[in-house]
């Protein structure tokens, strides 16, 4: 009681509240000073994290913004110093859970270093992804991850070289891959294909994907080296593009299977979320996933191992690439000499039993 009582005297001194009702003032660095009994340029410390402030101190200083609920102005903060503690990151589809992996470890990491995240979907449109980036312009971030949306080109974030922002491209590459985050997605498509190849499939579908994205060129392509690498000559490889989700696994999945073509059809499916909408394909059609039809997918999200049968996939670490991202942004921020321009993460596979052992050919 005591302790509130001294909050309000203080609060009725400061903005010398009348009978007559009117908008408070807002909080300064000055009025945590005079409250917390120090100076302002020990506040500021405090408050900040920087300067040689003793514990004791930056506690009390720290309690006293508390009861008064101050607030800092980063905009302030951002005329004084030039420096913001903002970071934006645009990706393509939060509701996809790698997105959730990837940025929950960026987000993380970025905290850790004293920055804040503003997350951004472009939900795979150019225009949308143009008009956030210059709404993160505007906000002073200090830097900008984005995984490229469809139809970007190596030549369409003018407004970060003009304004000399950093900024790191994730997920999916450009033609020219500086200051790149990914996986290495040829040998993710490799991986999964020579473990169907090993265990007896000879008719390969890549199912999911947009072509052109460097995501979709390389798995497609680690898959065609898998089949002359490890087949034997006889492997029929089909590709069916378009989309990323589950429901496009389902579709496309219940297509190549209402054809009949062959008896033990392998998915490969671009992604987990194509491979497990696979699952309610082969369900609706009478067959069985790890027996009649084999399923493997990309990613391993925490849902994979959750479906029944658990899903054979290629671990591409999205929490990895999250930690990556925001350390190789915040050292460009920094300007630090030790930036890596490219950096791609070796995948691994993950079994479970969604792959029918059909003869091991090795």
């Known amino acids: 009681m005591a302790q509130f009582s001294r909050v309000l005297v203080f609060l009725l001194e400061s903005f010398h509240i009348s009978m007559y009702p009117g908008p408070m003032k807002k909080i300064s660095i000055s009025d945590v000073a005079k409250y917390a009994d120090v100076s302002i340029a020990t506040t500021s410390y405090a408050l900040s994290g920087s300067g040689r402030v003793a514990k004791k101190t930056r506690e009390k200083v720290l309690k006293a913004a508390g009861e008064l609920g101050f607030i800092r102005d980063e905009s302030a903060v951002r005329l004084r110093t030039g420096r913001s503690t903002m970071l934006g990151v645009i990706i393509n589809d939060i509701s996809n859970p790698f997105f959730n992996e990837f940025v929950a470890s960026f987000e993380a990491t970025a905290w850790a270093e004293g920055y804040m995240t503003i997350l951004c979907t472009s939900q795979d449109d150019f225009e949308r992804q143009n008009r956030l980036l210059s709404g993160l312009v505007s906000q002073g971030v200090a830097g900008v991850v984005i995984s490229p949306a469809l139809g970007t080109g190596l030549n369409n974030f003018p407004l970060l070289e003009q304004r000399n922002i950093p900024n790191v491209l994730c997920i999916r590459g450009l033609?020219?891959?500086?200051?790149?985050?990914?996986?290495?997605?040829?040998?993710?498509?490799?991986?999964?294909?020579?473990?169907?190849?090993?265990?007896?499939?000879?008719?390969?579908?890549?199912?999911?994907?947009?072509?052109?994205?460097?995501?979709?060129?390389?798995?497609?392509?680690?898959?065609?080296?898998?089949?002359?690498?490890?087949?034997?000559?006889?492997?029929?490889?089909?590709?069916?593009?378009?989309?990323?989700?589950?429901?496009?696994?389902?579709?496309?999945?219940?297509?190549?299977?209402?054809?009949?073509?062959?008896?033990?059809?392998?998915?490969?499916?671009?992604?987990?979320?194509?491979?497990?909408?696979?699952?309610?394909?082969?369900?609706?059609?009478?067959?069985?996933?790890?027996?009649?039809?084999?399923?493997?997918?990309?990613?391993?999200?925490?849902?994979?191992?959750?479906?029944?049968?658990?899903?054979?996939?290629?671990?591409?670490?999205?929490?990895?690439?999250g930690e990556v991202a925001a350390r190789q942004l915040i050292e460009q921020i920094k300007g630090s000499d030790r930036v890596d321009t490219m950096t791609m993460i070796k995948p691994a596979l993950v079994e479970r039993d969604s792959v029918a052992r059909l003869g091991k050919t090795s």
């Open 175 to 321: 033609d020219d891959e500086n200051n790149f985050v990914g996986t290495d997605d040829l040998t993710a498509g490799k991986l999964a294909a020579r473990y169907l190849l090993e265990n007896g499939h000879r008719h390969l579908c890549f199912v999911g994907g947009y072509q052109h994205t460097t995501t979709w060129v390389r798995r497609k392509l680690g898959i065609q080296l898998a089949i002359e690498e490890f087949g034997d000559g006889t492997a029929v490889f089909e590709v069916v593009s378009g989309g990323e989700g589950s429901e496009f696994g389902r579709t496309s999945v219940g297509d190549i299977l209402r054809r009949k073509e062959t008896q033990h059809p392998a998915i490969v499916g671009f992604n987990d979320m194509t491979a497990i909408g696979a699952y309610q394909a082969i369900n609706e059609a009478g067959e069985s996933v790890g027996r009649s039809v084999s399923v493997v997918g990309i990613d391993n999200i925490p849902a994979s191992a959750q479906v029944l049968p658990g899903l054979t996939t290629v671990e591409i670490f999205p929490r990895r690439l």
